[in-house]
């Protein structure tokens, strides 16, 4: 039996904002009903702000609190604020989720991604590139958990990595990020070294 808390069993039995609008603006699509998860999200908006937000979305409890709680997270902010909300500010804003429960959270991400790509699309635009992004979606982690973390035990291997934090030791299908992430953390590192020398 999961512990879950009780925000969580809140959004999960009175979840806000389900459905489908109407003619949306944006449509994010994750998932899918044979793998077992599936999350739509559909998004209204006005002058850069989203105004309205609504989902549907088949999945356990916690699928359905986090995309309960995306959609209160999402609403009335602009676009470019959407632009930085990541699965981390999910699960905070659930008060936490079991951990084996944090892909729940990166569906509510990922699902937001998509329809935030659909709305640059149909405004003939290019997404701009997002500060924080998702690396690991096996353990929910973004670059900037991974580099916080390579920054304050000065990790310097993948393997370092792996076993500091886990990033990349599931699935492996992030190890090629996470290597990049390293090099250019450290490569950095090195310039500026020989900038002060
Ligand atoms: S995506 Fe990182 S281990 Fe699976």
Known sequence: ???YTEKVMDHFL????IGEIENPDAVGTVGSLQCGDMLKLTLKVKDEIITEARF???GCASAIASS???TELIKGKTIQEALSITN????EYLGGLPQQKLHCSVMGQ???ESALKDYFEKQGKEMPPREEYLVCKCFGLTNKDILTC???HQWKTLEDVTSGCKAGSLCGKC???IQNLLEHYHGDTVIREQKEK
Do not use: C
Not at 14 to 17: A, E, F, I, Q, T
Not at 88 to 91: A, E, G, N, Q
């Open 110 to 112: 990922e699902a937001l």
């Open 150 to 152: 390579v920054e304050r």
């Open 14 to 17: 009175n979840p806000r904002n």
């Open 88 to 91: 981390r500010d999910i699960t």
């Open 175 to 177: 190890k090629g990020e």
């Open 68 to 70: 309960s709680a995306l």
């Open 56 to 58: 549907k979305t088949f």
């Open 1 to 3: 039996m999961w512990q």
